[in-house]
């Protein structure tokens, strides 16, 4: 394993192009590349990388990248790509296709606003879109985290169990344009660490028409079993991050992350780089003595309700940094939290609309909602940080 | 005929790209075409990707399926970056099945042009065919960019003022190594170009005008001697574009008046129908045809 330093963009290529390698012994690689300002660099590295059985299609458009990869994962090779914003909203039709055909492709969604007002900044709000499109959603909050959790997606979409595919958020610049270093795994690693991608439904010659028309009751089936697929992957994800530190030596996080939660009487809770942000906040109040506490959002779909009860343990007071807004309710993790707490009203739950359009999430700005937080007797609506007067 | 022989012909049947058994339509063009490419194609089990179209309502509901060889039933937009997708592997892995779209006019002249012209751009080793019965037929009869002037649809109840899209022209444009039309009139000729269409290697696009009963208010009976008429009276040319600039016109109109097509559709029967008009638009594209051919021929052996 090598320390490279790179960028986000640079690293996810990478290992895009690692996993789509390490299937060369079975079905190859299929990606449809588009660009996208601020995914640019991950097609640019995997139209430069010499696969042994792959191929990246330059295509015109997004719509058209997905269509590739589905094509490509139906004649059953390892299929990836990447993608933004507007290029994500251009995508949607065939994002639910790809789920709904059971597809485990893996697309990386480097967040940025969705225009207009054209802005190229960070926030959550273009793959939370995606939240009804029967994919899995991992949220990471650093240049190693992403490189990790690339190769995890991989192995939960890909398992029999759950045969879905699979997005992996990083923030927009903020991860995708700046560099840290980085464990890069080797190709030999990645070899080991992901099975020969077996796509059990793919076209073999049959006179089978996959995707055709089914009435009520069989779709309802078919919604269903999605459904029982999004609640194994907690399970397979556990044994993919088990495979995972015996290959590599280190464990990434799992469905979230709970960090002084045992004894916390106020929580905030965070995705993506606001995460390492508040983070750092927790931690110089804990030296002051403040019992805060912080759980990291990674695993959004499915949401894992359960994780999330028994992070909050006993805090009666949780606040949520939502960079994304739906509009006429508020916060979209709000709004999963809200409903992962039914049934707690000893909790009071409140919601922060912070960064966005990608305005910075500063320490100062975390502190602020901190003591805001402890102030409050009871929750009120979503409330607007920073909005100028 | 023995049983034995009989029981043979009958798994031959359902081994086919169209099973016996479909709901598709009396007189339905796409129905004389899929048998038509099976019968081309031999004994090979080509790939089909299908948009939204009648085509792929032609499958019937899950778990069965009209069609015996793999199918995908792709997105409306979707089926050349699909079938992209499916052939690219197929290659990689060392695999020689034929990827086919199988497509109506609105996945081919509207909402899949750009995918379609993507694919051609790069040239991808795919057969595009396009079954064109000049209107959204599974949603009722709306108007496509593929409707002819003064055809009468529910989007157009007076009549479609703009004239059709070339989309031969088109398709040409791009330099494909293989295009031509095809009509279910003509058996031996349709059954050629598959299989040029066949040999060629790279993006090959056949287009083909395909009579719709239901949408164009005629009778199912009629539905081949139209598209004979339409050849006939010069309406629908028969041709050949090699490498998108050396022409082969394949049958010339024989004076048969355009009226013989025109007044077996009740479509035509709008406000806005120009009969002066249409001519001039066939005449035009004669002149156009007979000048590409005389000036760019193909050679002896395409």
């Keep these: 394993m090598a320390r490279v330093l790179d960028t986000g963009n640079h690293f996810a290529g990478d290992v895009l192009a690692l996993a789509g390698e ?28 010499q ?52 597809l485990p492709i893996v697309l990386i969604g480097v967040n940025r606003t969705l225009g207009p007002p054209w802005n190229i900044w960070t926030d959550q709000g273009d793959t939370l879109m995606l939240r009804d499109a029967a994919w899995l959603q991992f949220y990471t909050e650093s240049h190693q985290e992403l490189v990790d959790t690339i190769l995890v997606a991989f192995r939960v979409a890909e398992d029999r169990r759950v045969l879905l595919p699979a997005l992996v958020a990083e923030d927009g610049f903020v991860v ?50 999605i459904q029982q697929a999004m609640e194994r992957v907690p399970e397979v994800l556990a044994e993919a991050l088990d495979e995972f530190e015996k290959v590599f030596g280190r464990r ?54 359960k994780e999330f009860l028994r992070a909050i343990g006993p805090a009666k007071r949780v606040g949520v940094l939502d960079r994304n807004h ?56 979503p409330v607007w940080k920073e909005v100028p007067a | 005929m023995t049983t034995s022989a ?51 309502v032609t499958a019937g509901s899950f778990p069965t399926s009209a069609y015996g060889v793999p199918t995908v039933a792709t997105t409306f937009a979707s089926s050349a970056a699909v079938a992209t997708g499916v052939a690219s592997v197929y290659a990689m892995n060392g695999e020689k099945d034929l990827t086919i779209c199988w497509t109506g006019d609105g996945g081919t002249y509207d909402i899949g042009v750009a ?55 088109i398709m040409a444009a791009h330099r494909i190594p293989y295009a031509a039309t095809l009509s279910v009139a003509h058996r031996e000729d349709f059954l050629r170009k598959v299989r040029t269409a066949r040999r060629t290697k790279g993006f090959r696009f056949l287009l083909m005008l395909s009579p719709c009963p239901t949408g164009w208010k005629s009778e199912p009976e009629d539905s081949v001697d139209l598209i004979l008429t339409a050849v006939r009276c010069g309406l629908f040319p028969l041709y050949e574009v090699f490498e998108g600039r050396r022409y082969r016109i394949n049958a010339r109109p024989d004076g048969e008046p355009l009226e013989s097509y025109i007044s077996r559709q009740r479509r035509y029967r709008s406000e806005l129908l120009d009969l002066d008009a249409l001519r001039a638009g066939i005449e035009a594209q004669w002149a156009y045809l007979e000048a590409m051919e005389r000036t760019f021929p193909a050679g002896e052996h395409e």
Aim: charged fraction near 25%.
């Design chain 2, 115 to 169: 995918t379609l012209s993507a694919a051609a751009e790069r040239n991808e080793d795919l057969l595009y065919v396009c079954y064109d019965n000049e209107i959204y037929g599974n949603t009722g009869g709306q108007r496509s960019s593929a409707t002819p002037r003064g055809v009468k649809t529910s989007t157009t109840p007076k009549g479609k003022a703009e004239p059709k899209k070339d989309m031969m022209a």
């Design chain 2, 6 to 56: 009989y029981l043979r012909e009958q798994r031959d049947l359902a081994d086919g790209i169209l099973r016996p058994g479909n709901t598709n339509c009396a007189g339905c063009g796409m129905s004389i075409g899929l048998q038509w490419l099976e019968q081309a194609l031999e004994n090979e089990r080509p790939t089909l990707c299908i948009p939204a179209c009648c085509g792929i």
């Design chain 1, 51 to 102: 696969f042994t059985k792959g191929r990246v299609v330059p295509v015109e458009s997004e719509h058209s990248a997905m269509a590739v990869c589905i094509g490509g994962s139906l004649a059953g090779a390892r299929s990836f790509t990447a993608s933004s914003s507007n290029g994500l909203a251009y995508m949607v039709e065939n994002i639910f296709a790809a789920a709904y055909y059971r």
């Design chain 1, 176 to 225: 995708s344009h700046t560099q840290m270093v980085v464990d890069l795994p080797e190709q030999e690693q990645v070899d080991r660490y992901l099975p020969p991608c077996n796509v059990p439904h793919r076209l073999r010659g049959k006179g089978v028409t996959v995707g055709g028309m089914t009435f009520p009751h069989e779709t309802e089936k078919h919604r269903w079993e």
């Design chain 1, 326 to 381: 739906s509009p006429g309710s508020g916060g979209i993790f709000w709004n999963e939290i809200a409903a992962t707490l039914q049934g707690r009203s000893d909790v009071l739950l409140q919601d922060y609309l912070v960064g966005l359009g990608g305005g910075d999430v500063t320490p100062e700005l975390i502190d602020e909602i901190f003591d805001d937080l402890a102030a409050r007797n009871q929750a009120a609506d």
């Design chain 1, 22 to 49: 390490a299937n060369r012994g079975a079905r190859g690689a299929i990606c449809g590349a588009y660009p996208i300002t601020p995914q640019t660099e991950i097609v640019e590295i995997l139209r430069d990388f």
């Design chain 1, 252 to 305: 990434p996080h799992g469905a979230l992350s709970a960090e002084h939660t045992e004894d916390a009487e106020v929580i905030l809770v965070a995705c993506n780089t606001m995460a390492r942000t508040l983070r750092r906040a927790v931690q110089r109040r804990r030296a002051e003595g403040q019992k805060v506490g912080m759980i990291k959002a990674k695993l959004f779909r499915p949401f894992p309700r």
